[in-house]
């Protein structure tokens, strides 16, 4: 997967706790996404970042959920409070400007909330 | 609202044989058609690729045909393998300005030995 790496791989998480997923993309790529893929189902679009910059944020929920790519380290997806629902893989995805379309996806953090 | 339409949900197909995934869109703006596949546990990855400047994209085994005109693209898989047991996305987005994948629901294809 081109080297976009996101951990944790797994994260287990208590109903109202916080859940931090964490994604470094392919070395020398500015643009990150963040999708959501339910069980059984495609994935989801939620957030488009550039560095320190959030360009679309049309699928992101309204409460609980916020991202950031800072200008030095990994971009972060933050859920806050989770509930049952949250459970999903979360995947990371970067590009560069000079990729064109490319997008190239990590392996995925999966967030179990019991 | 499903951006981008797949079928089927799942296919199983002979080793040997020939697998046929279709997708169909609405959004005439976009201009980009990937196919993505995806093992158990993993990420997706980038299969093939095609923008509808063309009819057709063939790489190895995996050929994606493109009709503009009906909104329409398939993936077909030549010569299926067991090893081709996997997921298939496809997927559009629009070449300018936000590069988000819309993405069908996914084909678990099986192929039999």
């Known amino acids: 997967n081109a080297g976009v790496m996101q951990n944790p791989r797994h994260l287990v998480r208590r109903r109202g706790q916080e859940a931090r997923l964490r994604c470094s993309p392919v070395k020398g790529h500015s643009h990150v996404y963040w999708y959501r893929q339910l069980p059984e189902e495609g994935l989801k679009f939620m957030v488009y970042l550039q560095k320190e910059n959030i360009i679309d944020e049309s699928g992101m929920p309204k409460e609980r959920f916020s991202a950031e790519f800072p200008k030095e380290g990994p971009s972060i997806l933050r859920i806050q409070q989770v509930v049952r629902g949250d459970s999903a893989a979360y995947f990371c995805?970067?590009?560069?400007?000079?990729?064109?379309?490319?997008?190239?996806f990590g392996e995925g953090s999966w967030l179990t909330v019991v | 609202q499903q951006q981008v339409k797949q079928s089927p949900q799942s296919l199983i197909v002979q080793k040997g044989g020939i697998s046929i995934i279709n997708c169909a869109y609405e959004?005439?703006?976009?201009?980009?058609f990937p196919w993505y596949q995806q093992f158990p546990g993993k990420g997706p990855a980038l299969l093939i690729a095609i923008r509808p400047d063309v009819s057709e994209k063939k790489e190895g085994r995996f050929t994606i045909s493109f009709n503009k005109s009906a909104k329409q693209f398939s993936l077909h898989i030549m010569d299926s393998q067991p090893g081709d047991s996997a997921t298939y996305f496809c997927?559009?987005?629009?070449?300018?300005?936000?590069?988000?994948?819309?993405f069908g629901t996914g084909t678990r294809l099986t192929v039999i030995p």
């Open positions: 995805a970067s590009s560069s400007a000079n990729s064109g379309n490319t997008i190239y």
């Open positions: 997927a559009a987005s629009v070449q300018t300005g936000a590069n988000n994948l819309f």
């Open positions: 959004n005439t703006a976009f201009d980009y």
